[in-house]
T-cell receptor, first 115, second 114 residues
Framework: AQSVTQPDIHITVSEGASLELRCNYS??????LFWYVQSPGQGLQLLLK??????LVQGIKGFEAEFKRSQSSFNLRKPSVHWSDAAEYFC?????????????FGGGTRVLVKP | DAMVIQNPRYQVTQFGKPVTLSCSQT?????MYWYQQKSSQAPKLLFH???????NEADTPDNFQSRRPNTSFCFLDIRSPGLGDAAMYLC?????????????FGEGSRLTVL
């Protein structure tokens, strides 16, 4: 069965500093990988996704992620964090099944931005 | 804008009193999902519809049921809510098929059980 691990439960970063969120997955085939962001009391918004091709993926809000098959990782990065980036971030792996495609989410990383 | 709309955004119910949460979509996606998200936890899939086919997760309690009367609407019924069912319930949609499509989420319905 597929699984996703986000090792960091909380991260605090200063505004303007860089941010990297870690994600490790376990899946026997080619993974379909996603990063979602959730602001308090809101639904999840897709930041970016990886299906195939270029392993460096650009997303919205200045985020990017790099797929490293050898490390089973899909880490999310942003060069300069803004206060509005304070939120919870979820990494997910997608699985194709005959009954429908499903996402399995990691436990999430909560990001706090200091002024 | 095409979107996924959930109602109500906030629902308060009493222990054991049935609750129905609704989800509608204008994306014309063939797959609709219901996730349960408890505080500070990852969303957990309860079940999903692939077209009209209902797919229940193995560990979803019988207390949770779902209906999809047409492509646009899907309902989550909690027959006898317990205190442990207090959570955010997220509806999502996607295109199912050979390629894994991203999920589009609604804003969620937060359920409080008194």
């Amino acid at each position: 069965a597929q699984s996703v691990t986000q090792p960091d439960i909380h991260i605090t970063v200063s505004e303007g500093a860089s941010l990297e969120l870690r994600c490790n997955y376990s899946y026997g085939a080619t993974p379909y990988l996603f990063w979602y962001v959730q602001s308090p009391g809101q639904g999840l918004q897709l930041l970016l996704k990886y299906f195939s091709g270029d392993t460096l993926v650009q997303g919205i809000k200045g985020f990017e992620a790099e797929f490293k098959r050898s490390q089973s990782s899909f880490n999310l990065r942003k060069p300069s964090v803004h206060w509005s980036d304070a939120a919870e971030y979820f990494c997910a792996v997608g699985v194709i099944k005959a009954a429908g495609n499903k996402l399995t989410f990691g436990g999430g990383t909560r990001v706090l931005v200091k002024p | 804008d095409a979107m996924v709309i959930q109602n109500p955004r906030y629902q308060v119910t009493q222990f054991g009193k049935p609750v129905t949460l609704s989800c509608s979509q204008t994306l014309n996606h063939n797959v609709m999902y219901w996730y349960q998200q408890k505080s500070s936890q990852a969303p957990k899939l309860l079940f999903h519809y692939y077209d009209k086919d209902f797919n229940n997760e193995a560990d979803t309690p019988d207390n949770f049921q779902s209906r999809r009367p047409n492509t646009s609407f899907c309902f989550l019924d909690i027959r006898s809510p317990g205190l442990g069912d207090a959570a955010m319930y997220l509806c999502a949609t996607s295109f199912g098929g050979r390629a894994v499509g991203e999920l589009f989420f609604g804003e969620g319905s937060r359920l409080t059980v008194l």
